[in-house]
């Protein structure tokens, strides 16, 4: 009781503003470590898209050979698929997402050509080469849209906490930056490719 009578003012104000001090430091640390936690998210979020976009390339490909076997005419299929997967190559090198959906909206209306030359070729469809490549690519698809949708949601919990207060101040003070949507930007990539056997 007696200590309690000692202690002044002064020191109890410095005490409250040590308190403060503690509980501010303590409140940015745990923003910070939420942010880096939700930029990481977004960085896993893009790799899951990037394996998925990866594995349509390879997959395409043998996809295209066996077509190709039906439809020598169709070249200029192939000259845009080539011309997508250099593009998706270079934008994946430096890390340009925008780029890579430029690129996979490429590769979609290409395929989108190479399912109509399909149906030209009645005995392409019952091949069982094309059938099995058939179905892994509509799995892919699959796991590109899951994929594409889990990204877009992290992303957009990584811009509302980095853009709302108060841990706009935070992420200013860091340089935490807003991450990409991943988007389509041309309206007739809105549509899914139709495929009928």
């Not at 002064?10 to 040590?18: A, F, P, R, S």
């Not at 000259?79 to 979609?108: D, P, V």
């Amino acid at each position: 009781m007696n200590l309690l009578f000692k202690i002044g003012t002064t020191e109890i104000v410095l005490i409250v503003v040590g308190v403060l001090v503690v509980i501010l430091v303590a409140w940015v640390i745990s923003a910070y470590n939420a942010l880096v936690r939700l930029r990481n998210k977004v960085r896993n979020g893009w790799s899951q898209i990037d394996v998925q976009l990866k594995r349509r390339f390879d997959l395409i490909p043998n996809l295209a050979e066996t077509v190709r076997g039906y439809a020598e005419m169709e070249k200029g299929i192939f000259e845009e698929f080539a011309r997508a997967r250099g593009l998706y190559a270079q934008a994946s090198r430096t890390g340009n997402i925008e780029g890579m959906a430029e690129a996979n909206n490429t590769l979609a209306g290409t395929l989108s050509r190479l399912l109509v030359v399909q149906e030209r070729y009645p005995e392409l469809k019952a091949n069982t080469n094309f059938q099995e490549m058939m179905k892994q690519l509509r799995d892919t698809e699959d796991k590109i849209s899951f994929s594409r949708q889990f990204y877009n949601d992290t992303v957009l919990a990584y811009n509302d906490k980095t853009e709302l207060f108060p841990t706009n101040i935070v992420a200013g003070m860091f340089k935490f930056k807003p991450a990409q949507f991943f988007e389509v930007n041309d309206e007739a990539q809105r549509e899914a490719p139709k495929v009928k056997f």
